[in-house]
């Protein structure tokens, strides 16, 4: 093994056992190099109980438009089981959902973006003043266009219509 070889370990150092451990600095006294391994890096990984589940999502999409609004908030997210339904989404009532977790001194902060209601009025820049469509039926603000079909879908209360 090259000397070259050698430093690529010690900066990957803190993956070896403590038999490879001691055979890599053996190696290293021997050839006369100076060479140390890398410190334990840590993981990014938080702890399940600093956090709370603020929300359950069946559906990813939904998962991630909640995430990005408290992120462009500057409150740290994370969503446990998004990969799992990621993978397989028919499995997302059996796990409970995407669950939507943020530290607990945050989750105040994080309810209130999250239960802002949908404005019926958007500034566009550039175009001026949008008027959000409401359910013909319920009159909520919760719709959504299906281009493919032409058709809004409300989320309040499941009433389908043609756009005119």
């Not at 900066?11 to 070896?16: M, N």
């Not at 056992?17 to 006294?29: D, M, N, P, R």
């Not at 493919?148 to 309040?156: E, F, G, K, L, N």
Request: charged share 25%; proline share 3%.
């Amino acid at each position: 093994m090259s000397d070259e070889e050698l430093g690529q370990i010690a900066d990957s150092g803190d993956e070896l056992s403590a038999i490879a451990h001691a055979a890599f600095q053996a190696e290293v006294a021997r050839r006369g190099l100076k060479m140390e391994i890398a410190p334990h890096r840590g993981e990014d990984v938080f702890e399940f109980n600093e956090t709370i589940t603020l929300r359950q999502f069946r559906d990813l999409p939904d998962a991630l438009l909640a995430k990005g609004s408290l992120e462009s908030a500057g409150i740290q997210v994370y969503l446990v089981d998004d990969n799992m339904i990621r993978m397989d989404w028919f499995i997302s009532n059996l796990l409970g959902g995407i669950k939507l977790k943020v530290r607990a001194e945050d989750a105040e902060a994080a309810s209130e973006i999250l239960n802002q209601p949908i404005p019926a009025m958007l500034d566009v820049e550039g175009v001026g003043n949008f008027e959000q469509a409401r359910c013909p039926r319920c009159q909520s603000l919760d719709v959504a266009f299906i281009e493919s079909m032409h058709d809004w879908t409300c989320s309040a209360c499941g009433n389908e219509w043609k756009s005119s």
